[in-house]
């Protein structure tokens, strides 16, 4: 039995140190009319769910002001003991909304859309742990059943999640989202690059979830290969740059 996206409490990761960034908060850099947070947490903001926490750290106030409200704030007070470390302090806030799943998602991945969060919380029915990259490619956002919630409460370090995979025990799906919605932006340049993939975006103004084939028309169909073939282009060009 799939899980109602009205039953899932969704945990925003917002506190990381941004080590390979610079000194300059990465999450309150522009990226397009919006700071890089804004992006990932206007789609969570959106959606019909039970609650949204934000995982913050105490001493950055402008990334705290720009989700209060919308999100529940969780201060990650040691954000140094890793990425394991923020999924447990927004998890311990979670489970006091008694869901049925949490999805962890990034604060620096500014492409996710709400279909895509549906997806993987609708395919938890068939796996204990739904992520959205390939299979065996362990890939956020990631959706995870009641019964991974202890293993997450208890999580520490830079492993995050991909400890409780390695622990086996639970059933893993790879949603194998479109690699353009995946982009996290961790230096400079992979800024760079999604402010080019913006542009993609902004130019063609369709979406990247593909119709279900018996609904698709074939124009919609070369606007998405079109988007795809962009995004190709614009990452060969960014690499070679």
Known sequence: MSVP???AVIVLLASGLSRRYGRRDKLMSR???KHLIDHSAGVIANLPVLARVAVCPPDRHRVRDALEGPFIIALNKKPARGIGHSIAVGVRVALQFKPDA???CMGDMPFIEPWL???IVARLGEADIVHAGPPGRMHPPTAFGA???DKLRD???DDGAKRIIGQGGFRVVGFDAPAPLLLDVD?????GFARRQLAVREKYSVGLRPAPPAAQPSSAMASTTDVDLAFT????????S
């Open 5 to 7: 996206l009205e039953r």
């Open 31 to 33: 990226l397009g009319y």
């Open 102 to 104: 949490i999805v962890v």
């Open 117 to 119: 969060v549906e997806a």
């Open 147 to 149: 019964g991974c919630f």
């Open 155 to 157: 999580l520490d370090g």
């Open 187 to 191: 230096t400079r340049e992979e800024l």
């Open 233 to 240: 282009r614009v990452r060969a060009s960014a690499r070679s």
